[in-house]
């Protein structure tokens, strides 16, 4: 029984790398595998996180994930990599890299290991699909299939190939959730100067859509003229793109000082202004926040610069402490779709079956990784998801006696 695979990324490699016995080829229209995973962790490839959970993943249907998340969790990639020869290191956040720091070694090894079980057909793209007849069509070629197993990414990064051009091939056959671009930077309607552009801070973003608390994140926070990115920003990115794609509105409050409570802050500020009151305020500040944001703060807080410490009023420290525990940044756009690195939307889970991937409309089709709508946050659940949905549906095929 003929397998063909569509779309030789990472689940792609996942499924032809774990597909042992099963008479499999890859199709993909680049001229090698795993083209996007190469870029993946800035180069690093960041495959699982330590910590692991339905938390991490987002789907219209919201449950979708969890039995093949369970069935082959973060532990089960890591053992799996370690059988393949990849041996694994992981920082404080939980994010888990093969020991080499390069996504090549995963890229190759899991090549290697897929060409065990599979052929692969490069340069060919798929043009159409004949889900009656079976047929995968390219320019030149048909290619006839038992079974299909779609593995054609979403619509995030199209120059490593994954263009959305399956979708647009199937949609009239697989409902698609729409889609949108997460785990990518914002335009916001405040935006600090062009002085503070690419300035980095620890900082924390707590996230409210339509005024309602949402999720926070503690990490690296930049500030750039057209808005807020970095990795604060990239985990809770897929919950902004959710609210922007469904009209709603979305805000991040920032919190510049998440070591300090606000009564803590202020207890600090009114000791430094009270032993240099002549200083200004802005020098003040220069021992607690990078000096490339200090104007900006002062002037969202209506303070000038110049202000010295012993005039400093009450109001003025109250307006203070609020934008240094929580100043507003309204969220208008998605900033950069080209680089965004997950699509959020896909084909439509309820017609597929959460336990084997398989089309609950056409029972030799299956779906899996960013195809489906399913979109893992940052910080490895992504190439998680790859693996453990390419599992489910390898346990499944495999269950046929193909
Ligand atoms: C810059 C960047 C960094 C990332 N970093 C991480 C990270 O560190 N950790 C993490 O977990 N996730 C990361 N991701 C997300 C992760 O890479 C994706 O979720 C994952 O690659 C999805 O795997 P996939 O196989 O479903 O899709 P893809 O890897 O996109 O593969 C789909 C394949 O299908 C092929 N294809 C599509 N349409 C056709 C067609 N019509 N004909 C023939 N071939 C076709 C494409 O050429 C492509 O090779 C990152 C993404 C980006 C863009």
Request: proline share 2%; net charge positive.
């Amino acid at each position: 029984m003929k397998v063909f695979v569509l779309g030789g990324g990472v689940a792609g490699l996942a499924f032809a790398s774990l597909g042992r016995d099963l008479d499999i080829s890859v199709i993909d229209k680049n001229k090698e595998a795993g083209r996007k995973l190469l870029a993946t962790g800035n180069g690093r490839c960041n495959f699982t996180n330590q910590n692991f959970g339905m938390d991490f993943y987002q789907s219209d249907n919201k449950n979708f994930p969890k039995k093949a998340l369970e069935a082959f969790t973060n532990r089960d990639l890591i053992d799996y990599f370690y059988r393949l020869g990849i041996d694994s290191t992981y920082l404080p956040s939980g994010r888990t890299y093969p020991t080499t720091m390069s996504a090549k070694t995963v890229r190759d090894i899991l090549y290697l290991e897929a060409n065990k079980n599979a052929s692969f057909i490069f340069d060919e793209e798929i043009k159409d699909i004949d889900l009656r007849k079976k047929l995968l069509i390219s320019e030149n070629n048909k290619y006839k299939y038992d079974i299909l197993v779609i593995a054609s990414g979403g619509i995030s990064l199209p120059k490593s190939g994954s263009d959305g051009s399956v979708f647009k091939i199937l949609r009239e056959e697989i409902p698609v959730r729409k889609l949108t671009y997460a785990i990518t930077n914002y335009k916001t309607k405040e935006k600090f100067s062009k002085k503070a552009k690419g300035t980095k801070i620890t900082g924390k973003v707590s996230l409210f859509v339509d005024n309602k608390f949402i999720k926070a994140s503690i990490d690296d926070l930049i500030f750039q003229d057209y808005g807020l990115t970095g990795t604060s920003i990239f985990n809770i990115s897929n919950e902004i793109s959710l609210a922007l794609r469904d009209r709603k509105k979305a805000h991040v409050l920032v919190d510049f000082f998440p070591n300090y409570s606000k009564k803590d802050l202020g207890k600090r500020l009114g000791d430094l202004l009270e032993r240099n009151p002549n200083r200004k305020i802005s020098e003040i500040l220069l021992g607690l926040l990078n000096e490339r944001i200090i104007s900006d703060i002062l002037k969202r807080s209506s303070i000038a610069d110049d202000k010295k410490a012993n005039k400093i009023s009450n109001g003025d420290m109250d307006t203070l402490l609020r934008n240094l525990k929580t100043m507003k940044f309204t969220i208008e756009d998605i900033h950069d779709k080209t680089n965004a690195q997950v699509s959020l939307g896909g084909f439509d889970t309820k017609f597929v079956d959460k336990t084997t991937m398989k089309s609950k409309i056409y029972d030799d089709v299956y779906i899996i990784g960013e195809a489906l709508d399913v979109a893992g946050s940052c910080g490895g659940y992504n190439i998680q998801w790859a693996f453990s949905s390419a599992i489910a549906a390898v346990k499944s095929i495999r269950s046929l006696n193909v």
